[in-house]
């Protein structure tokens, strides 16, 4: 046969060679394979050929879950009032636990220390090192840079009187009073030490007065002047934004965790 332009468009043979029917003595014209072979045997165009006809593309893989027709202008709202709903039911249940009253703002009286018991006094050189603090940044702990604790434990026990009541209150108390290193090799640490214990026991002495913060709603809930009070509650709206905080963050991140995991899934 002769080449491919000796054929002549309206004869037979010319259309047996476009129909691919001849393929002992002609190449088909369907789209060649990969390995060039003149079997006519073809595969299909990639997504990204640009020579790919319309409606040829593959589009059946490598998408995300992600590109889905999702409405996130509905979703993300619906998310927001489910928030706000979860956060306003917590504070509600966690506010109603606790009493109206601040302990910021609880009366005080004075009392009088009854009873002493349980007294311990040490002095506390964190195991021989001191406790030490480079403030100077110069690498090097000096002696005016440590310092060692000397504590004095002890429980007591106080009365006081509200509205013509008697109450009691037993504290477990711990004074502590740092000394520097510098001083303690100037001074002598028994002497310091001894003169620490001496003023301890003079605020502390039986038949002292002290000043006891109660609840006036209930009076038998007392703390006195050596120990810190309790902070003031949290109260509906401290617990509304903590709940506020915690859905809308915790979301967050879950939320990007299943973006990257999907962007690596495609």
């Known amino acids: 046969m002769a080449d491919d332009e000796d054929i002549e468009q309206d004869s ?3 259309r047996k ?3 691919g029917n001849d393929n ?3 190449a088909s014209s369907k789209t060649p394979s990969e390995t060039g072979s003149k079997s006519g045997s073809y595969s299909i165009p990639k997504a990204d050929d640009e020579y790919a006809l319309p409606g040829e593309e593959d589009n ?3 998408g995300s879950w992600l590109d889905g027709d999702m409405n996130w202008a509905v979703i993300i709202p619906v998310f927001l009032v489910f928030a706000l709903v ?4 917590f504070a509600v249940a966690m506010s109603s636990t606790e009493s109206d009253s601040k302990p910021s703002e609880w009366p005080y009286t004075e009392g009088t220390i009854i009873e002493q018991g349980n007294i311990q006094t040490y002095i506390d050189d964190n195991n021989g ?3 030490c603090e480079d403030y100077n940044d110069d690498g090097y702990f000096d002696e005016e840079e440590c310092w060692r604790e000397f504590v004095y434990e002890i429980s007591l026990t106080y009365n006081y009187d509200i509205d013509g009541k ?3 209150l037993t504290e477990n108390i711990l004074f502590l009073e740092s000394e520097w290193v510098d001083i303690i090799d100037r001074e002598g640490e028994d002497q310091l030490f001894q003169k620490f214990i001496n003023a301890t026991d003079e605020r502390i002495a039986l038949n002292s007065t002290v ?4 609840n006036s709603e209930k009076p038998d809930e007392a703390y006195s002047e050596f120990v810190d009070i309790p902070e003031d509650p949290f109260g509906f709206v401290g617990y509304f934004f903590m709940c506020c905080g915690g859905l809308l963050c915790i979301p967050i991140i879950i939320v990007g965790i299943v973006l990257s995991w999907a962007q690596r899934a495609t």
């Open 12 to 14: 037979e043979a010319y």
């Open 17 to 19: 060679w476009r129909s």
């Open 24 to 26: 002992d003595k002609y």
């Open 60 to 62: 059946s893989g490598g």
């Open 86 to 89: 979860i956060a306003v039911v």
């Open 129 to 131: 090192k001191d406790f």
């Open 166 to 168: 008697n109450y009691n």
């Open 211 to 214: 000043k006891i913060i109660y």
